[in-house]
């Protein structure tokens, strides 16, 4: 560990927390209906997308509504996308001639865009053409983005509103947060990602000859505009197979430092937003300091983890950090960094490859997605996964000061703990279930590339990132096959709808609720005390499942490479 | 009933029965009330088939598995017998209760005529006369006569009490004494239902049901339990790829000492020692969830005489107006408060006796007639040789010698005054109560014959140590309300003094009804406690109404707790022990939760060591064998139950400092205490596992 590596982590926590605020009052504006900078330009679009659709922007839904109206949307763009992929030899844009996509991986890629996952069982320019990467799946990156900020907005509106019936409009927050948040910040993204080498074009790839002499097909396309919201909007899906390490996804240092900036932007703003939208900024500094600590102490283990190498490759001479599956230009830090920042949101872009990290260091991507994503986490998606756990916290601890536990005026009471630990149950049970499925039948144990505990990591961190709607691959895992394409996208429909519609639930039954005014007995929940809490819920609640999980893959891996011991066969 | 709040948890005479039903209470159908301790049961039974085929099998590690099995079916147990525990010092109280329901007969009045009857046989609406030496056959509402009662059956207070037909002392309850006179009663309860019996049900928890909060919290920890569920039910197949088995009783006691047992064993428990925690203050709440609502009282409408100060006035000087001497007024004052016998009537009496010489006088020789004081009137006096003496409240005194009917008396219109008075006296008279209010006195103002006289100053005697309660009340977010039929100006000289935060001065039930409304409208939780029939209303819209004992039947229907003892400061002691019950559940759920940590540290290691010899470096506690640390754990998570009993049964202290400054101390004795108790724990168990050759 470097100081140079810790100046890059502080400037990068610096950037993100100097961008919350301004953002954060930007987004607030924008959900509330008020005049923007944007205004001008876009009103009289949202207005003509109403209109066009029917919309009353002014007519609100109680909860049930909003959930079904998000649920009606998602069957739809379900159903169109997986259509997409299966016709899209028949369609145009398709220079390199793409075939149909088979139905599982067809499967697995729909639930997988539809929930702001981007697991990729494929390689993208090998599999997709022009029109399926930009109609199919650059528009589920901002929809699904979208459908996460408009979620969380329903949730933070159930905390704001006393004795309410209705928590927003989900299609008025969906184009708001389409309109006014996703795509102005793109377009500008996009443009810069081109200005840092970033291909935008729709023509084929590009033929070239190596030094060597050799032929070389050069895959390019319409690359920056997906980068830009994949980044943004926490997707993660790469348009090439290797992710953010492609040097065509992201070529430079810099564009290396504003992408891994761009995955917590919004979900940190969102805190801010919390903040503002209950009446007192400082409820959502409280949440992102909670964030920040559990991501500054995984950032720390996994740069020193790689920073510090492999005890087996030490034995052999080979001393020095491990810079196995990373790339070069990038190095251990930014490598790291970018580790810990793509799984501690649910982005799930990549710059090294986690499969080769040293066991600890892969261990807490894993740990960061298993908690849940609610570390920043996916656009929206994070805020309510925290807010979840907020309950849990306040429900166990608020009674210890002899109250009806209550969180910003709101009493919280069975149907809160209710849907908060239906949301919070959803994701062991996926991830361990399904792990523990595909580690005793045949089609699960073929896809494992290493033996022992690392393959059992591969297969954790498989199903850990559907569920947790990260995408994020650890590699090392053939999923391409309809034994994982389907558990994986079962995982990823379910981690998402099975957390999504308790959060919304809550948000209902809190709007509805009376707010309770502050007293000197009421628990004080912006101070270092309730943060520490809520680290502690989140880490014993939260965490703790997945231990004897965690002691059979990366723990005993990282205990017996100490002991220079390795799993070369069997398992 | 115990007067004496006992401390002591455990007593000889309540093990035996406590021990017996920690076995009956086995039966799965009660059981399955407690989700948590119900699933250890089931784990319980199937291990136990499991150890059975084991032994018939000729099966290995059969010590090891036996143990088990047996702290299973312990740590079962030992919920049952905090359970058993709680119940049985309620049941004490109900015996004791039970007793004084002897069968008794009632003389039932049909038209002119008696009958005897039994008393079960009484229905709501019968009357039925009651004399001297006898038995009140059931609970009912005094309609004619007055009678002194013995209540000792229920209140343990033996000094007897008067009950009389109207006002606000007209209801009696079944199974106590009627010591002199003789009152016809009607039936308000029919046999079964009456107060006593209630009381019976209460305290044996026979009523008991689910708070919303235990509901809340069981929901939790059930939601915890299936979280372990799935933690431990995925790991035969890591086991399997792993290339190894862990043994089903190995897996069982990993699950339960993750799941919550330890708030789940006392849950039951601490709810019932909470109610019992009320009946020991001689107060009965008619459910737990109004003990839940106490500990979130946000705000106490206290009346101000009996809570705020000392129940009796006391007339401290006589301030005449011009052209009247002391001794008149004195004189005139005496004469009105003869036959008053409220501690503020004889306080006069004394004043004028021992200032002026004045000697009581004898009603009947002075062939005085006493008019009574009414809510209507507002005054009270003697009507004697043509010549009538009233004395109080300024503003009726006034209306009273007003030509005109006085305007309507709102709350805020301290001295309302009638235009076209003869204003001079009227002035003076006002200015001088003026004074006496500001200086948080009572001013009755006297006249005689319609001619003003002045006024009488009566002190309020504010409780001693009562302002250093309002304190602490404050620092726990309870912002008080004083509650006083006083002017605004006495109001708030007294309020001053108290250190109440505000007050509703000239308050009517209306106002009090108002004042609740508005309160719980802004999303407060309101307590409140009351005797009247006109309090009724208030009381049942308050969320914490306490209706004093020797208040009338509607509200004592109306209240959700009732006083023994019909002391209104308790209310405070109320928000209290809600608070401790409330504070209890959640520092034992902080412990039972923080103690998954160590035992993860015992079990995983252990567990895992056939499979991975490496994991040994996670046997942080250095427990001697992977035999010796599952078998500490699981010991250590059933001797835990029994170590917190105590704590459960007397709840954790309770210290007015702010939900901050609270929750720091409870977070690091519960929960820091939480994490740190086992690992110690566990491997001073383990340690004697090993002397003792367990495993």
Same mark, same amino acid.
């Given at each position: ?49 109403? !209109? ?229 900024? !400082? ?289 | ?7 002591? &948890? ?309 301030? &005449? ?21 409220? &501690? ?192 009724? &209303? ?158």
């Amino acid at each position: 560990m470097t100081l140079n590596g810790w100046s890059q982590i502080a400037l990068f926590c610096a950037v993100v927390l100097a961008l919350a605020r301004p953002l954060g009052g930007y987004m607030t504006r924008v959900f509330a209906g008020e005049r923007t900078i944007l205004s001008p330009l876009l009103a009289p679009v949202e207005g003509g997308l109403y !209109r066009a659709a029917g919309i009353d922007a002014r007519h609100e839904q109680p909860w049930l509504a909003y959930a079904l109206a998000m649920l009606a949307f998602h069957v739809l763009g379900f159903l169109a996308l997986y259509g997409l992929l299966r016709v899209q030899a028949l369609l145009p844009f398709n220079p390199d001639g793409q075939a149909a996509v088979a139905p599982d991986l067809a499967f697995n890629t729909a639930a997988s865009f539809l929930t702001n996952t981007n697991w990729q069982s494929y390689g993208g320019e090998t599999t997709m053409s022009y029109l399926t990467q930009m109609l199919g799946l650059t528009v589920q990156n901002f929809l699904s983005a979208a459908t996460g900020i408009a979620l969380a907005m329903a949730l933070v509106r159930g905390f704001a509103r006393a004795s309410a019936k209705t928590v927003g409009s989900f299609w008025v927050d969906l184009t708001r947060a389409t309109l006014y948040v996703l795509l102005p910040l793109c377009v500008v993204y996009a443009l810069f990602l081109v200005w840092q080498g970033v291909p935008q074009t729709l023509s084929g790839a590009v033929a070239a000859t190596t030094l060597e002499g050799q032929a070389q097909t050069i895959a390019v396309g319409p690359v920056a505009s997906q980068v830009a919201i994949k980044m943004l909007g926490t997707n993660g899906g790469g348009f090439f197979n290797a992710n953010a390490a492609h040097p065509f996804e992201n070529p430079t240092a810099l564009a290396n430092f504003i992408q891994m900036v761009s995955i917590f932007a919004i979900g940190a703003a969102m805190t801010n937003v919390f903040g503002r939208m209950v009446g007192d900024e !400082r409820q959502g500094w409280a949440i992102l300091a909670a964030m920040g600590v559990l991501f500054l102490a995984g950032a720390t283990i996994v740069y020193g983890a790689e920073a510090a190498g492999s005890p087996v490759l030490d034995g052999l001479g080979l001393g020095g950090g491990n810079m196995e599956g990373k790339e070069v230009r990038f190095g251990i830090v930014a490598s790291a960094l970018f580790a810990a920042v793509t799984t501690a949101a649910s982005c799930g872009a990549v710059n090294a490859m986690h499969d080769s990290f040293t066991a600890l260091g892969g261990m807490i991507p894993l740990i960061n997605m298993e908690l849940g994503e609610i570390i920043v986490g996916g656009v929206g998606a994070g805020l309510y996964g925290m807010l979840v756990f907020v309950i849990v916290a306040i429900f166990v601890a608020g009674l210890m000061v002899g109250r009806t536990p209550e969180y910003l005026g709101k009493k919280i009471e069975a149907r809160e703990v209710k849907m908060a630990m239906l949301a919070i149950l959803c994701l062991p049970l996926l991830m361990l279930g399904f792990t523990a499925l595909a580690t005793v039948v045949a089609a699960g144990l073929a896809g494992p590339a290493n033996a022992g505990p690392h393959g059992f990591t591969e297969i954790l961190y498989a199903f850990t990132s559907a569920a947790a709607n990260n995408g994020s691959a650890f590699g090392g895992l053939t999923a391409n096959t309809a034994f994982y394409n389907t558990t994986l996208g079962l995982g990823m429909l379910f981690g998402r709808f099975f957390v999504i519609v308790p959060a919304l639930a809550i948000a209902g039954s809190l709007a509805a609720k009376k707010t309770v005014p502050v007293s000197a007995g009421t628990l004080p929940t912006h101070g270092a005390l309730f943060v520490g809490l809520l680290v502690g819920v989140i880490l014993i609640v939260g965490g703790l499942t997945f231990l004897p999980a965690l002691a059979l893959g990366p723990i005993v891996e990282h205990l017996a490479g100490g002991l220079g011991q390795t799993f070369a066969t069997g398992g | 009933m115990a007067r004496q709040p006992s401390t002591r &948890p455990f007593s000889a005479a309540l093990l035996g029965p406590a021990l017996l039903g920690a076995v009956t209470k086995l039966d799965p159908r009660s059981m399955i009330r407690n989700p948590v301790m119900f699933v250890v049961e089931v784990v319980a039974v199937l291990t136990t088939v499991l150890f059975a085929r084991d032994v018939l099998a000729g099966g290995t590690d059969l010590a090891f598995s036996g143990q088990i099995v047996l702290w299973l079916w312990f740590t079962v147990l030992f919920a049952n017998f905090a359970e058993a525990v709680a119940e049985g010092r309620g049941k004490a109280q109900a015996d004791s209760l039970r007793r004084t329901r002897t069968e008794t007969t009632a003389r039932r009045l049909a038209g002119a005529a008696e009958e005897v009857v039994p008393g079960h046989d009484l229905k709501v609406g019968d009357v039925v006369r009651v004399a001297a030496g006898e038995i009140i056959p059931s609970d009912g509402e005094v309609i004619r006569g007055v009678a002194s009662v013995n209540e000792a059956a229920i209140t343990g207070e033996s000094a007897p009490v008067i009950r009389e037909s109207g006002g606000d002392r007209s209801a009696v309850t079944g199974g106590t004494q009627v010591l002199s006179d003789e009152i016809d009663v009607r039936i308000t309860a029919a046999a079964g239902s009456t107060f006593v019996d209630r009381m019976i049900a209460l305290v044996e928890g026979a009523a008991r049901r689910k708070t919303p909060n235990e509901i809340a919290l069981n929901i939790l920890l059930a939601g915890l339990t299936l979280i372990f569920v799935f933690a431990v039910a995925s790991i035969p197949s890591f086991a399997a790829y792993a290339g190894g088995a862990i043994p089903v009783i190995v897996l069982v006691a990993l699950f339960v000492t993750l799941i919550p047992t330890t708030i789940g064993a006392l849950l039951s428990a601490i709810g019932i020692a909470g109610m019992d925690r009320l009946v020991r203050f001689n107060v009965l709440a008619m459910s737990g969830r109004a003990v839940e609502a106490a500990g979130d009282v946000d705000t106490l409408l206290l009346d101000k005489t009996g809570t705020i100060t000392l129940g009796n006035r006391q007339a401290t000087e006589f301030r &005449p107006v011009r052209g009247v001497s002391e001794r008149d007024l004195a004189d005139a004052a005496q004469l009105a408060s003869l036959a008053d016998e409220t &501690p503020e009537g004889r306080s006069i009496v004394v004043l004028a006796k021992e200032a002026y010489g004045l000697r009581a006088r004898d009603m009947a020789s002075l062939n005085a007639t006493f008019v009574p004081f009414t809510a209507q009137t507002r005054m009270s006096g003697v009507d004697l040789d043509g010549s009538s003496i009233r004395k109080g409240a300024v503003d009726s005194i006034i209306a009273s010698v007003s030509p005109q009917p006085m305007a309507t008396r709102g709350s805020g219109a301290a001295f309302a005054y009638s235009p076209g008075m003869a204003g001079e006296t009227v002035r003076e008279i006002q200015a001088i109560a003026e004074d006496v209010a500001k200086a948080g006195g009572t001013p009755l103002a006297v006249v005689r014959d319609g001619q003003l006289l002045g006024i009488v100053y009566l002190k309020d005697i504010v409780k001693g140590g009562i302002r250093e309660r309002f304190a602490e009340l404050r620092r726990m977010g309870i912002r008080t309300v004083m509650i006083t039929g006083d002017n605004p100006m006495t109001a708030a000289a007294i309020a001053a003094e108290a250190g109440v935060d505000d007050f509703l001065a000239q308050a009517t039930p209306e106002d009090k009804l108002a004042l609740i409304r508005k309160e719980q409208a802004q999303g407060k939780l309101v307590a409140m406690c009351g005797d009247g029939t006109n309090d009724a &209303p208030a009381l049942a819209q308050a969320d914490v109404g306490v209706a004093m004992n020797t208040g009338t039947v509607a509200a004592r229907e109306a209240g959700n707790m009732v006083d023994l003892d019909s002391d209104p400061t308790k209310l405070i002691e109320i928000v209290e022990i809600g608070k401790q019950l409330l504070m209890t559940r959640g520092a034992l759920t902080t412990f039972s939760i923080a103690n998954d940590v160590a035992k993860y540290f015992a079990i995983i290691p252990a567990m895992f060591l056939g499979l991975y010899p490496q994991l040994q470096a996670l046997n942080v506690m250095r427990l001697a064998s992977p035999q010796s640390a599952i078998l500490s754990a699981i010991v250590f998570n059933a001797l835990v139950i029994v170590a917190l009993i105590p704590l459960a049964l007397r709840g954790v202290s309770y210290r007015p400092v702010g939900a901050g400054a609270l929750l720091r101390r409870n977070l690091a004795i519960y929960g820091f205490g939480g994490l740190l108790v086992p690992f110690v724990g566990i491997k001073a168990i383990d340690l004697a596992v090993t002397a003792l050759h367990l495993v």
